[in-house]
Each structure stands twice: as structure tokens, then as C-alpha cells.
């Protein structure tokens, strides 16, 4: 009987920690897509479309994003995508986008498949200043790493152009959180 005292004095216990709620606790900071789940493969449409390299077979149009729980005090943000199994040893820089204003919260799909007035754009790999798509040869899938940083930068604080290399320097001490997505690809 005093075991089973003991079980039920826990229980009772553990769901009041479980159903105590902290005033001040922020919700996790997430981004998140409608196009895919962390871990999945990105949808043909949004690898890369250069005709001249036979791995791009997509449109080019960039998934949706959507970001949700900024921690306090981000004024704004920073989204990198990046291939670490392309062109070995360095990696790819598909896309270099920051000085998102915190009044953000998105992209559409194909919104950045262009330059745009919500970010300013780094230079990629590819020379581009907006998202540019998988272009993964046959085999193995890779994977795309998106990832968000919450910053305490105003907007115009970093100049146009910077190389993801750049941005991470300029960005060393002053992003407040990040958060990020996987997706992969291969040629089908």
C-alpha cells in the first residue's frame, strides 16, 4: 500500500510541475515551411534552373518560410541556406539574405526567388543575391540547411553583398537566437 501511496503522491506531483505554467517562459523561436517538414525533400519545383548545368532540373522557386517567437529585443534577421556536401571541401552558399526587419515574419513560395525590398542580399556561391535552388548531382541526397537568426542589428546595419562568410563575422555577438529547417535533394 505504500507503494502504491508513493506512485500516486509522484504522479500528482509531476502533473502539477506538467501543468504549471511560467509567465515569463517564451515559446520556442521556430521556422517552419508549408513546402516541407524538417528532414524532407524539397519538391523538384524549387531546385535550381541554369539550363547550362544538367543537375538543375527545377524552377527555381523558393519555398515558403514562416517564422514564429522572436526572442525579445530582435530587431532583425538573417536567412542563410547552405550545402555542406556540394563542391567539397567548402560547401555551397545557395543564399545569403539579411537585414529582414523583425516586422517580418515570411516569404511566400517564390517570393525570393528574386531580389526583394524585405532583405538584403548577400552574394551566394553562384554570384546571386537571392535564393538560388539545388542543383545536386545523381546520388546520395544533400542537405540544405536553412537557418534563421534573430539579430540585435537594425536593418541597415550590414552593407548589400556581404559572402555568407562575411555575414557570419559581422553577425559574431549579436545574434540573439537562431532557429533552422533541413531540406534534401537529389537529382531525380
Not at 515569463?24 to 547550362?52: C, H, I, M, Y
Not at 528574386?114 to 554570384?127: A, I
Request: aromatic content about 8%; proline content about 9%; glycine content about 12%.
Amino acid at each position: 500500500m505504500l507503494l502504491r501511496g508513493s506512485i500516486l503522491a509522484v504522479t500528482v506531483a509531476l502533473a502539477g510541475l506538467c501543468g504549471s505554467h511560467d509567465a515569463n517562459a517564451q515559446a520556442a523561436f521556430t521556422l517552419t515551411s508549408p513546402n516541407f517538414k524538417d528532414g524532407e525533400r524539397l519538391a523538384v519545383k524549387n531546385a535550381g534552373n541554369n539550363k547550362s548545368n544538367p543537375n538543375c532540373v527545377g524552377e527555381n522557386v523558393s519555398p515558403a518560410f514562416s517564422w514564429a517567437n522572436p526572442p525579445e529585443g530582435t530587431k532583425s534577421y538573417a536567412l542563410l541556406m547552405f550545402d555542406p556536401e556540394g563542391r567539397p571541401p567548402g560547401g555551397v552558399s545557395h543564399w545569403v539574405a539579411y537585414g529582414i526587419p523583425a516586422s517580418v515574419t515570411g516569404f511566400a513560395e517564390g517570393e525570393v526567388s528574386k531580389p526583394s525590398d524585405k532583405y538584403v542580399g548577400g552574394t551566394s556561391t553562384m554570384k546571386l543575391s537571392n535564393y538560388f535552388g539545388p542543383c545536386t548531382p545523381p546520388g546520395a541526397p544533400h542537405h540544405y540547411t536553412f537557418t534563421l537568426m534573430a539579430t540585435d542589428l537594425e536593418p541597415t546595419a550590414l552593407k548589400p553583398g556581404l559572402t555568407r562568410a562575411e555575414v557570419i563575422k559581422e553577425l559574431d555577438g549579436h545574434v540573439k537566437n537562431a532557429t533552422g529547417l533541413v531540406g534534401t535533394f537529389s537529382k531525380p
